[in-house]
């Protein structure tokens, strides 16, 4: 079911090409697939002696175990603490002692290793990346090491932290509807530190295989080149089983959710904003990204220029689909439009929702100018070639479209996608989506005055 929406998605998206398309930076992408299911996408360019990897596999967030919040991205710090054959260290000495820098990333659907390095560095890297895909070092020091690092890194980055990140947890458990869109990323104490030895086999087991991950290869190597490398060091890894997927669609919200929390750590209030966005593929996902960029794209969007600057109700704002952990076009499941920001004091949150309600209905009814439009797309576009500059983006990018959109190539008609995106289909997305009804709302005030950080107000 899954490939078929996917299919579907590509054909609605897809639109001819035009003059513009003359003067756009096509990025070459050769693409093999092993007879284990591992899929290899491989960009050459000779402009520097380096290179970008990416492994990115088939499992984030929305598919750790119930009872197990937080696990995918315990997961990904386990894969740093070595193998029986290369042990702790090994990692970061091979590639930073030659200059190169790696790290890894947990996201909603997919998990990424990442690595830079001269490309002459490139064999040594694939064999450490196959190397911890046959195994790890599962050891109960390995574990309770990692548990440890995760909670500290939650309580500096949620516990003990202003706002707490709560525009992301907090605001996706009231959006959501199933467990897998709407539960903690980050993770509850309770089951991190449930985590068993066996939960971390059965999850490399399950979904580290070869055939549920895509490698991206970018800089000075020839693809037949890099092919015949990543079939030397994985091709002898066997297919795993990959459990079924969970339905995760959910429609939108038909009634809005509203939540009050108070924050002893905020000197300010702060509310957050989300809305549940276009499936992935749909005719609606670029309209809406263009959307997301007119509202809250930058200094010059409308939200910024009229509650910030204009109105001065908000002291700043951020967001857009999929923010914070992602963009508009790395999602395979529900995801949000969300605008976070931190509003004055002595103010209502209810002006700032209307003074946000009165800029989209202003869309809704009169579009965006021409002008304006060009500026948001060239805005956009000039964002989206600037973060392929690098080797190391590039792969990701590459490899994550392979493993997402099923086509390596989706790089290159995503500007077209953009570019295509009309006044008409702003004012269409705009009305359907961003209601009233499909929105979920937290205000997030400072604890009374003498109420000291950890004591209930």
Do not use: C
Not at 418 to 427: N, P, Y
Request: aromatic residues 8%; proline residues 6%; hydrophobic residues 40%.
């Amino acid at each position: 079911m899954a490939f078929r929406r996917l299919v579907l998605g590509l054909a609605a998206l897809a639109i001819p090409l035009g003059a513009a398309a003359a003067d756009r930076w096509q990025l070459p992408v050769a693409v093999k697939k092993l007879d284990n299911g591992l899929t290899v996408v491989v960009s050459e360019d000779a402009s520097s002696p380096t290179v970008g990897i990416s492994v990115v596999y088939h499992v984030g967030m929305r598919l750790e175990p119930k009872g197990r919040t937080g696990f995918a991205h315990l997961f990904e710090h386990l894969m740093f603490q070595g193998t029986p054959t290369a042990p702790k260290g090994t990692f970061d000495r091979v590639i930073e002692g030659g200059g190169g820098m790696n790290n890894g990333s947990t996201r909603t659907d997919y998990t990424n290793y990442i690595e830079t390095a001269p490309v002459s560095a490139l064999e040594p890297i694939l064999w450490l990346e196959a190397d911890r895909m046959k195994t790890l070092d599962f050891s109960p020091a390995n574990l309770k090491n990692q548990q440890d690092v995760v909670k500290e890194e939650i309580r500096v980055n949620v516990q003990n932290k202003p706002y707490g990140l709560f525009f992301w947890t907090d605001l996706n458990r009231l959006a959501f509807s199933k467990w897998e869109n709407a539960h903690d990323g980050y993770g509850s104490f309770a089951d991190l530190e449930g985590a068993k030895l066996e939960d971390v086999r059965a999850f490399h087991r399950d979904f580290y295989g070869p055939n549920n991950a895509v490698i991206g290869i970018v800089g000075d190597v020839k693809a037949e080149q890099a092919f015949a490398l990543v079939e030397k060091y994985f091709g002898a890894i066997p297919a795993r089983p990959v459990p079924p997927r969970p339905d995760v669609d959910e429609p939108l919200n038909t009634r809005e959710k509203r939540e009050s929390q108070v924050d002893p750590l905020a000197q300010v209030p702060a509310v957050a904003i989300g809305w549940k966005m276009p499936e992935r593929g749909s005719k609606d996902q670029a309209p809406m990204a263009v959307l997301s960029q007119l509202l809250v794209g930058d200094s010059a969007s409308r939200l910024y220029q009229g509650l910030v600057k204009g109105r001065e109700q908000l002291l700043n704002i951020d967001g857009g689909v999929n923010w914070p952990l992602g963009d508009a076009w790395d999602y395979a499941g529900p995801a949000p439009l969300v605008l976070f920001g931190l509003y004055k004091p002595g103010m209502a949150v209810d002006a700032v929702l209307a003074a946000i309600d009165e800029e989209i209905a202003r869309i809704v009814k009169d579009g965006v100018d021409a002008a304006t439009l060009k500026r948001v797309k060239t805005k956009m576009l000039s964002d989206y070639n600037q973060g392929l500059e690098a080797f190391i983006s590039r792969a990701d990018t590459l490899a994550k479209a392979q493993l997402l959109w099923g086509d390596a190539q989706t790089i290159n008609r995503i500007p077209e996608w953009i570019d295509a995106v009309q006044a008409k289909d702003i004012q269409r997305v705009a009305a359907h989506y961003l209601t009233t009804v499909n929105r979920v709302v937290i205000d997030r005030t400072p604890a009374p005055a003498g109420t000291a950080a950890g004591e209930t107000p």
